[in-house]
């Protein structure tokens, strides 16, 4: 189990430039101008950034392609359009998934009067191309995993509170983000922003020591 520290995150943007106005991020893989050849993946997983977007601030419209790109919102609410004719608003407890393959542009902006925090993490398909695809799930339980078989992977979000144990999945490889509070797994505390990646996971546990939120990477392969 290799364990990294919210405090060792590259701050992304570009205070020269004005890129970062309103926004704040954290890297936990290599990105952008930030690279380190030990750092640039996990299985299929290319990145896991904690975006805080002030009242106002956004991403103006940019491409992706070939990725597969899962967004759960902390707080706030995420104001997501795209060159295929999606626009929804994304709340806490949403899962939203948006599938680039050949191509799609998008824009993401706090459109609300409050900050606003999201996770997003990147993988990589099994299979490039195709058309892209859009799915928004409003709510999503801890007993409900969203399957994402394009990149061979399973998320799970598990709500624990003092005390409370819940297994981490028997798999090739886990990635575990603890997205507030704190847990406890195989004798390593991690906190809010802290992540850990874990091969050959069998019979762990995630102990939580507070009320917690964790979003766990079922992967098929490392």
């Keep these: 189990m290799d364990v990294r520290r919210s405090g060792d995150r590259f701050r992304g943007g570009d205070p020269a430039t004005g890129d970062s106005a309103g926004i704040e991020t954290l890297h936990a893989f290599s ?11 996990f ?11 002030a009242p106002g601030a956004g991403f103006d419209e940019h491409p992706h392609s070939h990725t597969e790109i899962v967004t759960w919102v902390v707080e706030g609410e ?20 948006l599938s680039s393959a050949a191509g799609v542009r998008h824009v993401e902006r706090n459109d ?27 709510g999503i339980a801890d007993s409900t995993p969203y399957a994402l078989p394009e990149a061979g992977a399973m998320l799970h979000v598990r709500r624990v509170s003092e005390g409370e144990r819940t297994a981490v999945p028997d798999a090739a490889g886990v990635y575990v983000h603890v997205v507030q509070g704190r847990v406890m797994i195989a004798g390593e505390e991690l906190g809010a922003g802290d992540s850990a990646r874990i091969t050959e996971s069998r019979g762990l546990e995630i102990e939580g020591l507070e009320q917690s939120e964790v979003l766990l990477w079922e992967l098929a392969t490392v």
């Design 78 to 97: 995420l104001t997501h359009r795209d060159s295929a004719a999606h626009a929804t608003v994304v709340r806490a407890g949403d899962v939203q998934h």
């Design 112 to 138: 609300a009067a409050q900050p606003l925090t999201f996770i997003q993490m990147w993988l990589a398909p099994l299979r490039p191309g195709g058309e892209p695809s859009y799915t928004h799930v409003a």
């Design 43 to 53: 299985g299929p997983i290319l990145a896991c950034n904690e975006e805080r977007l």
């Design 31 to 41: 990105f952008g101008r930030f690279y380190d050849p030990d750092n640039l993946r």
